[in-house]
């Protein structure tokens, strides 16, 4: 920080809903968007005499995430109550882990500002997420709060660092890391947009060179890098200025208001005591044994930081490049399919990263989504090597197959694209070309090299781009020299 008498120490407690079609501990249906309480039923609204039973899909989705992440398995994991009263939660205590969580002393390695960096996870553990408050309006003079417990009992994983990080930007860097890899092992969508993944942070100040851990604060369940970022940011100033002014910080839960750029109490941080938890006695514990474990381990893809290594190493490509296509694993598995098929990784990297981006985004869509496959994409890349159309038209006809769907060479046939590389046909051009513009000829002649880029263009230009510009060059210089 800014500061140089104080070290930042953040942890993060990071949420993802695991993308199970059913709740947690009932058969409810999870779906984002639905009317208010309409996906709901006596388990997850916490009717009396009602019993829990555990998904079995959301615990395997759970265990996945505890091996990426490097942790070490617990062999009998245990549920227990968490017991705190909101409006959201309608049993008065969440179904959580705590003794006996999945998964502890793991870590997460990931690059910031240019070197490795690690960071420890404490532990990952299952547990039932919370309902929703829902503001409105409703009299046009009479603010009212609603509760839609649709989503109460949907299956949310929770990873929990230790105080390893350092300042907000490397807070961010961790918390992107995590999420490449939920997304990479299909666990969870990760939209932060619905809530689906989230996180709190937790930030205090010491002073340099202390061991001694300062005051901590707590950001509250925020779904945004941005906002998460600027919170944390103005948190270190806010707490720098407190402690300069022999101020104290007092250990509280905050909010953070993206308008005014201030965090504001919400109430006083509480501690594993406050909540009483003790075991859940409507859920056995469940086992896991070392041959599961393995079975999940070499099960996972491959996961991003080794992905990016080995696009850096087997094609020989920039590790910004690298970075840029292993974002998501359709984007990593679409190059590695289209550098395969075409042989070409450059130009696979090269044709993804410009052109096909530009497309997807100004349509708004994912790669996963565009009508262009990596079959399409290679043939494109092949007809340019083969000579059949050149880069300038193969730029046109990439919009086209994004369009319709068609194959690349259906789409030069159809609108008779192809180049013409017949030398008798360019020579014939070329003659009318220097008749033309024999001041330009003679510029050539006399030593002046640029001017036969004015005359390829030309040639160009009266075959409408499809000739060869290999052959154009190599025809227009023997035929300028040689008279």
Known sequence: MSNSNYETVIGLEIHAELNTRSKLFCNCEVAFGTDANTRTCPICLGMPGVLPVLNERAFEFALRAAVALNCEISPACSFDRKNYFYPDLPKGYQISQKYAPLGRN???????????????????????DAGKLVHADVTGNVNRSYVDLNRACVPLLEIVSEPDLRSPDEAIAYWRAVKEIIEYIDISDCNMEEGSFRCDANISLRPIGSNEFGTRTELKNKNSFQHVLAALNYEEKRQARILDEGGEIHQETLLFDLDTGRTSP??????AHDYRYFPEPDLVRTNVSPDRIEKIRTALPELPAARRERFVTEFQIPEYVAEFLT??????????????????PKASSNWIMGDLSGLLNSAGLQIQDTEVTPIHLSELIGLIKEGTI??????????????????????????GLAQISDSSAIETVIDQVIAENSGSAQDVRDGKKKAIGFLVGQVMRATKGKANPQMVNQILRQKLESS
């Open 390 to 415: 050149s880069g300038k038209i193969a730029k046109s006809v990439l919009p086209e197959v994004f369009e319709t769907g068609k194959s690349p060479r259906q789409m030069v046939e159809e609108k």
């Open 327 to 344: 974002a998501t694993r359709q984007m990593a598995d679409y190059f590695d399919e289209t550098a395969r098929l075409s042989n070409d």
């Open 266 to 271: 919400m109430r006083s941080k509480e501690e």
């Open 106 to 128: 793991g870590y997460v390695d990931f690059e910031f500002e240019g070197e490795t960096h690690r960071t420890r996870v404490h532990q990952i553990h299952l547990e039932e």
